[in-house]
């Protein structure tokens, strides 16, 4: 017996009907796939994995996307591995397709993003308007900053004399690094070479001192601790480091008793007349701090290739992070911060591991920082910590919380002090984005 079958313009009529509705169907799949494989990178840029991020993107990238997320986590990406051009073009692009479809907080966001990319390319006025409409959309911002911003919009920071590339000077150790440095004709003046800090600082006995006026008034988290300082913010119309001068230096002025320490490793107090910061440090192609024999070598432009294997090193705006591994294989992202006397993990990093308890003990350690001074609580001894080929031998390691302000930015699992780089002689390379050690990793003090 012969089956009905459908007239051919009815077959046709419901392939007409269906097929918008299958395309719908499969294109809503696609969108979900595409926005699940996002969400995975930008877990992975939480945790500070890049490779698997960057693998990922790529894969991504042979195919047509249509999601402005996606350009967002491109623009995360190509900012922590300090390609900046590829970071500003991606961020662009993602405000304006966001601004496309009409998700205007989403837009807002992509140009805070890149109002922080601008700043850090050192055009300022570009980051200020970037970072004013981010506001204006009633995004927040980094108020901090964008104070900073303007009041440095019309001059060009950080400007480097052309004719010496390399200068290096003595760096004594007194439980951080410090060198000598010059504020225009007067000094010298004991300095803090602080990787951990965002921006270069000032006592006031020092800004009054030099004749140094204040722009502009603020709060900024301060080393040391979560909380807001008072700060005011400056222009050093030159700061030298041995025969190298930077000129249009941007400080915040802090008062003088925030850079005063009492610790007991020291018969007297440690009194410090300002921090050198991450800002400017990595206005140099690479940084040497040798802690073995005692000197700080700055240069940049055409150099000689270092000899030890590299480790690569990644921004979180303006924060220094890298990767170590445990005795369980388990990578842990940690904050590089030459300026802090004690290295840390945090809660988040304590997390990840296998803890025994014997391992937690009491501390009688202080952390000191622009924010103040504090007793810690707890120390604990993991049995190994990797840098690359490098070993850690039970580091004693105080106990931090991780603050709320922090965790909205990138998971710290722990800082890497200069309590850790006793003896080693350590090298950052901004240009080939990587941490050189030589020498032994010590135990921790």
């Known amino acids: 017996m012969n089956r009905p079958t459908l007239p051919t313009h009815h077959r046709l009529l419901l392939v007409?009907?269906?097929?918008?509705?299958l395309s719908w169907h499969l294109g809503n799949d696609r969108d979900a796939d595409l926005r699940a494989r996002i969400a995975e990178v930008d877990r992975a840029l939480y945790d500070g994995a890049l490779g698997p991020a960057e693998a990922a993107l790529t894969d991504l990238l042979k195919h047509p996307v249509a999601e402005p997320t996606f350009w967002s986590s491109i623009g995360r990406l190509h900012g922590r591995r300090n390609r900046l051009d590829q970071a500003e073009a991606a961020f662009r692009r993602a405000a304006r397709e966001f601004e496309t479809l009409g998700e205007i907080a989403r837009a807002a966001e992509a140009r805070r993003e890149?109002?922080?990319?601008?700043?850090?390319?050192?055009?300022?006025?570009?980051a200020v308007a970037a970072l004013r409409l981010s506001e204006k959309s009633g995004v927040a911002v980094n108020r901090p900053l964008l104070d900073l911003l303007e009041v440095f919009a019309t001059s060009r920071p950080y400007e480097l004399q052309a004719g010496v590339v390399e200068?290096?000077?003595?760096?004594?150790?007194?439980?951080?690094p410090t060198i000598d440095v010059f504020l225009g004709d007067q000094g010298p003046f004991r300095f803090v070479v602080d990787t951990g800090a965002g921006l270069s600082v000032?006592?006031?006995?020092?800004?009054?001192?030099?004749?140094?006026?204040?722009?502009?008034?603020?709060?900024a988290y301060g080393a040391g601790g979560s909380a807001l300082i008072p700060i005011d913010l400056a222009r050093l119309e030159e700061l030298r480091i041995g025969k190298i001068p930077i000129r249009?230096?941007?400080?915040?002025?802090?008062?003088?008793?925030?850079?005063?320490?009492?610790?007991r490793q020291l018969d007297e107090p440690l009194r410090l007349d300002g921090i050198i910061g991450l800002?400017?440090?990595?206005?140099?192609?690479?940084v040497r701090l040798d802690f073995a024999t005692g000197q700080l070598r700055l240069s940049y432009g055409p150099r000689a290739s270092l000899e030890s294997t590299g480790h690569p090193i990644s921004f979180v705006k303006d924060q220094l992070y890298v990767e170590v591994q445990t005795a369980e294989e388990e990578p842990l992202h940690f904050f590089?911060?030459?300026?802090?006397?004690?290295?840390?993990i945090t809660d988040q990093g304590l997390a990840r591991i296998t803890v025994d308890p014997d391992d937690l003990r009491t501390s009688e350690k202080s952390v000191f920082g622009a924010a103040?001074?504090?007793?810690?609580?707890q120390e604990f001894s993991p049995v190994e910590l990797r840098l690359g080929e490098r070993r850690f031998q039970r580091p004693a390691l105080i106990v931090e919380t991780t603050d709320a302000h922090q965790r909205r930015r990138v998971r710290r699992d722990g800082v890497l002090g200069s309590d850790l780089m006793e003896a080693a002689c350590v090298d950052f390379d901004f240009d080939r984005m990587s941490i050189f050690w030589q020498g032994e990793l010590p135990e921790a003090r």
């Open 16 to 21: 007409i009907l269906v097929a918008p509705l």
């Open 114 to 126: 890149l109002g922080h990319v601008l700043y850090r390319q050192k055009d300022f006025p570009g």
């Open 167 to 176: 200068t290096t000077v003595p760096m004594e150790i007194e439980i951080v």
């Open 202 to 219: 000032v006592a006031s006995h020092v800004a009054e001192r030099c004749g140094v006026r204040t722009l502009a008034e603020a709060k």
């Open 248 to 263: 249009n230096v941007p400080v915040a002025v802090v008062e003088s008793r925030r850079l005063e320490f009492e610790l």
């Open 279 to 286: 800002p400017l440090l990595r206005e140099f192609s690479q």
């Open 336 to 344: 590089v911060d030459t300026g802090a006397n004690v290295s840390s």
């Open 372 to 377: 103040g001074q504090k007793q810690v609580e």
